[in-house]
């Protein structure tokens, strides 16, 4: 019994770091995923916040949904709430990031508070709902997809750094050569699918 949950939790994370990323596989998510993917540094610092907001945003909206809104029966405000959820735990990492490491808080700018519309948070949450996902597996399932999102900004971010050494055609220097470059990430990527 215990093996079985441990093994679905595994798969679950697999897929959603690796098989469904969620920028990727699903597309959600790509402002801050070609803004803030210049430099390594940037482009992890937004990754642990995405990280700590998915995950916390996974958890507290399941726990909402499942207490709340199924309870008096208005499931029907989900995203709404959602919203509202998202953007206060949005508002609470811009409040520690600006305290605690101001010069990543300035380094992210408008991308910080981004993350509150970015529908990698929300898609997340509503994937939650959809699959009906226990809070255990839900938390799991935020911190895998955001795992994911991490992992692909930063191979962006490190792919773009060595790229301003290169001779780029002029026709393709800018944002054209990084679309190409994330969708040869993508190609990569569905290589994991044989995972599952």
């Known amino acids: 019994m215990i093996s079985d949950s441990i093994k679905e939790l595994l798969i679950i994370a697999i897929g959603s770091a690796l098989v469904s990323n969620v920028v990727l596989s699903q597309f959600y998510g790509l402002c801050p995923f070609l ?7 940037t482009a992890s610092g937004m990754g642990a916040a995405v990280i700590f907001v998915i995950t916390l945003a996974s ?10 809104l199924q309870r008096f029966h208005i499931e029907y405000l989900k995203t709404i709430v959602f919203i509202l959820v998202i953007a206060a ?23 910080l508070p981004l993350i509150t519309t970015n529908c990698a948070v929300l898609g997340t949450a509503l994937t939650n709902v959809q ?43 800018g944002i054209p050569i990084v679309l190409v470059t994330a969708g040869l990430m993508a190609i990569a990527f569905c290589g994991f699918s044989g995972l599952l």
Do not use: D, H, W
């Open 35 to 41: 803004g803030v993917s210049k430099q390594l540094k």
């Open 59 to 68: 958890f507290v909206s399941s726990l909402v949904y499942r207490f709340l």
């Open 89 to 111: 735990l949005v508002q609470f990492v811009e409040l520690v990031l600006k305290k605690k490491i101001p010069v990543l808080y300035k380094s992210l700018g408008v991308f």
């Open 131 to 173: 699959e009906e996902y226990g809070v255990l597996f839900s938390t799991v399932n935020g911190f895998a997809t955001a795992c994911g999102f991490a992992l692909s900004i930063c191979i962006l971010a490190g792919i773009r750094e060595k790229m301003q050494y290169n001779n780029i055609p002029k026709a393709f220097q």
